[in-house]
């Protein structure tokens, strides 16, 4: 099983700020067979980003993916109110498909 | 609009079984993988099965094989998780998901709003 870990477990920032959120994998997913999901209170997670680096539809451009085998970023380039969240990184490369444990995003 | 309305979560004893189901609309539901993704209260999330198209391949976590078993009626558009021998640790909201594109790129683009499924004495 592909163990993904992200950090910080929390970031605190302010509106207006960049967020950079790691996911490192136990072994490689492969070039880019990793995802990044945006979940809020009360409500199911949303696909930001896919095969680590193309933004879902309807996704702002502010949020952007990188990296490769192992280690995967995910940036917001400037924080709207509305991105203060919990967000997972997921890969597919292999079964089972697993999730990272997360990383909130706060208000600072 | 893609919809995916999830109904069937109860409060069961462990050991008991329950049986969920997942209505889809908004979309070709037969051309789709399907799935279900669990979330334990104030924890992550945690992929559960998919399903192919035609339900000829379906894959399980480690954790439910052999006591959980999806299944889909594509006339329907309807997706179904039968859960037997329930744990304590299966208690979490579940929730359907689509899978992402049509060839199997395993990310889920649409969820549903959940049902909470609760396994206590």
């Known amino acids: 099983e592909i163990v993904l870990t992200q950090s910080p477990a929390t970031l605190s920032l302010s509106p207006g700020e960049r967020a950079t959120l790691s996911c490192r994998a136990s072994?490689?997913?492969?070039?880019?067979?990793l995802a990044w999901y945006q979940q809020k209170p009360g409500q199911a997670p949303r696909l930001l980003i896919y095969?680590?680096?193309n933004r879902a539809t309807g996704i702002p451009p502010r949020f952007s993916g990188s990296g490769s085998g192992t280690d995967f970023t995910l940036t917001i380039s400037s924080l709207d109110p509305e991105d203060f969240a919990v967000y997972y990184c997921?890969?597919?490369?292999?079964?089972?498909?697993?999730f990272g444990g997360g990383t909130k995003v706060e208000i600072k | 609009e893609v919809q995916l309305v999830e109904s069937g979560g109860d409060l069961v004893q462990p050991g008991g079984s329950l049986r969920l189901s997942c209505a889809a609309s908004?979309?070709?539901?037969?051309?789709?993988?399907m799935a279900w993704v669990r979330q334990a209260p104030g924890k992550g999330v945690e992929w559960v099965a998919n399903?192919?198209?035609?339900?000829?391949?379906?894959?399980?976590v480690d954790s439910v094989k052999g006591r959980f078993t999806i299944s889909r009626d594509n006339a329907k558009n309807s997706l179904c998780l039968q859960m037997n021998s329930l744990r304590v640790e299966d208690t979490a909201v579940y929730y359907c998901?689509?899978?992402f594109g049509t060839g199997g790129i395993f990310y889920f683009d649409y969820w549903g709003q959940g049902t909470l499924v609760t396994v206590s004495s």
């Open positions: 095969d680590a680096s």
């Open positions: 997921q890969q597919r490369y292999n079964w089972p498909l697993t």
């Open positions: 072994q490689s997913v492969g070039s880019s067979y």
């Open positions: 998901a689509r899978v």
């Open positions: 399903i192919k198209q035609d339900g000829s391949e379906k894959y399980y």
């Open positions: 908004g979309f070709t539901f037969s051309i789709y993988w």
